[in-house]
């Protein structure tokens, strides 16, 4: 191999330092550096640039690693040295590619690897380089995997492996061991107690995000509240005391959720959340369609044929309530009333009529829910589990029957329906006056159970209101309505 032209000047050189965060001071910056300065003595360079990586891992790309090959190419320097082929990366083959490549663009240039006495001007470097890059790029795998493992262990233990802090808890020493623990944060966790119980009651996520930003209660982070923020605490696992690795909730030996840390909330309250949170979730579109329709919509109906009246709009943009079966082909005399006098009418009857009455919070409660619940998600997450490579699918199988065994015996208990009026201390009077539009048209939804209107005379005169059918909620007993958790009624007289 024919030897390089000689520089007519001194070899300018770029030193190559990294320090990842998990080495430790054996390999310091300050070391790198001095070692390769006086490499660089011995060997006649001047250091033209010193670029380091502080705190990166070598198994992704980092800026001044690029930058010290982009001087190469263009001939900035003449010399790219690092410490080890180590500290210049652990991306195997595919960083010793970018590193070729960028040697043979100026062919003057020189790659050294000081502690490992590599050289690109030896006539085998490559060679060499290749295993060096290869045996780098499987120690980054090996310490990503005990890494992990560190985590996991931790988390297993209750120990905590850093990180964001969940809202609701705070990191402090372990009083019975080494490391640090979670354990609830006093003030956060009574906020997150009280969100709980507003939603519960009723109340909207967007009215307590309000409530909230007035009271100058920060996030975490400092910030204000939304509603997406409340909802992520409320349903996340970290507040009942779980932790997630890799994106799985760790489990104890029957494939059932560990209860890591000290929970904020407990289960049956968080369970409860859940399932009302997805339930408003569900009925989203039915809230847009009821803001976008009038008061009664869905509500009233034809007195003759029985089908549903629809919101009509006359050329000078009137409303009126009108059953469209006749033009449809059905058999029906055609009713339509105006929707303002129907509307102010139905309003004062039921206003009359609840208006004193105290809202009662309908309430179902189901025995073992929570347990049930834990018992579904663990059978979903171990057949899960079931179809990778490397699954122990014969100890799947047996926490899986296991598992179904307890989902039966939970099944096979009584199934005692209790359900409760709550009282709120709120009459229907006060919770109309303070009400939302959306939230005045679902306390009727909730509490009439007939509303029809017959077909009228024709010729001028007022409406005749007579022809109005109103039936309300009170006549239905609690114990026997439908289900209907967490809706507003009225007590039975």
Same mark, same amino acid.
Do not use: C, H, Y
């Given at each position: 191999m024919p030897k390089k032209p000689a520089l007519a000047r001194k070899p300018r050189a770029v030193l190559y330092l990294r320090l990842s965060e998990s080495d430790d001071t054996s390999t310091s910056i300050a070391r790198q550096e001095t070692d390769l300065r006086a490499r660089a003595e011995r060997e006649g360079w001047e250091v033209v640039e010193v670029l380091i990586d502080d705190g990166l891992s070598g198994g992704y790309t980092r800026e001044k690693a690029l930058r010290a090959l982009e001087m190469i190419r263009t001939s900035e320097a003449d010399v790219l040295a690092a410490w080890k082929f180590d500290r210049w990366s652990r991306q195997g083959l595919t960083a010793l590619a970018q590193l070729i490549d960028a040697l043979d663009v100026n062919p003057h240039s020189l790659f050294i690897a000081d502690q490992d006495g590599l050289s690109s001007s030896q006539p085998a470097w490559r060679i060499i380089a290749s295993v060096l890059a290869e045996v780098a790029r499987m120690e980054r795998e090996n310490t990503q995997v005990r890494v992990r493992s560190s985590i996991a262990a931790l988390k297993k233990d209750g120990r905590y492996s850093g990180g964001n802090v969940p809202y609701g808890y705070k990191s402090v020493k372990d009083p019975e061991g080494v490391g640090r623990v979670l354990v609830p944060h006093p003030e956060e966790a009574e906020i997150i107690r009280e969100v709980a119980r507003r939603v519960l009651a009723g109340e909207t996520r967007h009215k307590i995000m309000l409530d909230l930003n007035k009271r100058e209660i920060p996030t975490r982070r400092g910030n204000r509240w939304s509603a997406q923020v409340l909802r992520q605490i409320l349903v996340g696992e970290a507040i009942v005391g779980r932790v997630t690795h890799e994106g799985e909730v760790l489990r104890d030996a029957d494939g059932l959720p560990l209860e890591v840390w000290p929970p904020v909330l407990d289960l049956e309250t968080w369970h409860r959340i859940r399932a009302k949170l997805e339930t408003d979730k569900a009925g989203r579109d039915r809230a847009q369609r009821r803001r976008r329709a009038r008061r009664l919509s869905g509500i009233v109906t034809c007195g003759d044929c029985n089908r549903p009246l629809y919101v009509r709009y006359s050329k000078a943009n009137a409303a009126s309530y009108g059953c469209g079966a006749k033009a449809n082909g059905k058999k029906c005399a055609g009713v339509s009333m105006k929707a303002d006098v129907l509307e102010a009418w139905v309003t004062a009857r039921f206003l009359e009529q609840f208006g004193p009455r105290e809202v009662m919070r309908h309430v179902e409660e189901l025995p073992d829910i929570a347990a049930l619940a834990e018992v579904e998600a663990a059978i979903s997450a171990t057949a899960a589990k079931m179809t990778n490579d490397d699954a122990d699918v014969s100890a799947l199988a047996s926490q899986?029957?296991?598992?179904?065994?307890?989902?039966? !015996?939970?099944?096979?208990?009584? +199934?005692?329906? =209790? %359900?409760? *009026?709550?009282?709120?201390?709120?009459?229907?009077?006060?919770?109309?006056?303070?009400?939302?539009?959306? !939230?005045?048209?679902?306390?009727? +939804?909730?509490? =009439? %159970?007939? *509303?029809?209107?017959?077909?009228?005379?024709?010729?001028?005169?007022?409406?005749?209101?007579?022809?109005?059918?109103?039936?309300?909620?009170?006549?239905?007993?609690?114990?026997?309505a439908a289900s209907g958790t967490d809706r507003v009624y009225a007590e039975a007289a």
């Open positions: 899986l029957a296991a598992l179904k065994e307890r989902r039966a !015996e939970l099944k096979s208990r009584p +199934a005692v329906r =209790v %359900v409760k *009026l709550v009282p709120t201390g709120r009459t229907f009077a006060q919770t109309w006056e303070a009400a939302s539009e959306e !939230e005045r048209n679902a306390i009727l +939804a909730d509490n =009439v %159970v007939i *509303l029809s209107v017959r077909k009228g005379k024709r010729g001028g005169g007022p409406i005749d209101m007579g022809r109005v059918t109103l039936v309300t909620q009170p006549e239905r007993l609690p114990e026997d």
